[in-house]
Antibody
């Protein structure tokens, strides 16, 4: 069964940017949409963005417009989430998820991002 | 701004049946919403329970079922077990590539 592997925890200062990566453990499902979802401490899940690996098209939650970019590297089948202008409220676990059935079918383990001065 | 609303908390006795719901602040949930449901326990990534409104994900017990009830999506647990005590989230497709999670329901089984 395919797993999603995410990059390690990050600690950033306010105003900085963070990049989180995500790739599948096997080179499969290369054309399946990838979502990014986050969860702040003690809070619920929040959808952030999705990317279509086939053409790189994206959609973003309105609250992140302008400071969030999701991309993919087709040569390595690695997906990236870049979030800029970080503030303390961005402290969260960031998950990537692979869509198989118009859903969030396979989840990565999450990447902890802490924003603190 | 559209919001997806779930009951903040629910309690059920072991062996009992509970229905959690997922509603839109404006409009109705339909099959075009690609409703899916997730279970999450503390410290763990979410687990997919239901997709496409009512299709169980692989390995999910048949005591979990999804449906549309009126203008809401519903997740029913029939014969709840202590292990079902978790947070449950729905997510809806809003169109134009946009998805929206509900706030989640904390289910207690006691």
């Amino acid at each position: 069964q395919v797993r999603l592997v995410q990059s390690g925890a990050e600690v950033k200062k306010p105003g900085a940017s963070v990049r989180v990566s995500c790739r599948a453990s096997r080179n499969t499902f290369t054309t399946n949409f990838r979502h990014w979802v986050r969860q702040a401490p003690g809070q619920g899940l929040e959808w952030m963005a999705v990317i279509n690996p086939t053409d790189g098209s994206t959609a973003y939650a309105q609250k992140f417009q302008g400071r969030l970019t999701v991309t993919r590297d087709t040569t390595t089948s690695t997906f990236y989430m870049d979030l800029g202008s970080l503030r303390s409220e961005d402290t969260a676990i960031y998950y990537c998820s692979l869509s198989l059935n118009n859903a969030f079918d396979i989840w990565g383990p999450g990447t902890v991002v802490i924003v603190s001065s | 701004q559209t919001v997806v609303t779930q009951e903040p908390s629910f309690s059920v006795s072991p062996g009992g049946t509970v229905t959690l719901t997922c509603a839109l602040s404006s409009g109705s949930v339909s099959t075009n919403s690609y409703v899916s449901w997730y279970q999450q326990t503390p410290g763990q990534a979410p687990r997919t329970l239901i997709y496409g409104t009512n299709t169980r994900s692989s390995g999910v017990p048949d005591r979990f079922s999804g449906s549309i009830l009126g203008n809401r999506a519903a997740l029913t647990i029939t014969g709840a077990q202590v292990d079902d005590e978790s947070d449950y989230y729905c997510v809806l497709y809003m169109g134009s590539g946009i998805w929206l999670f509900g706030g989640g329901t904390k289910l207690t089984v006691l």
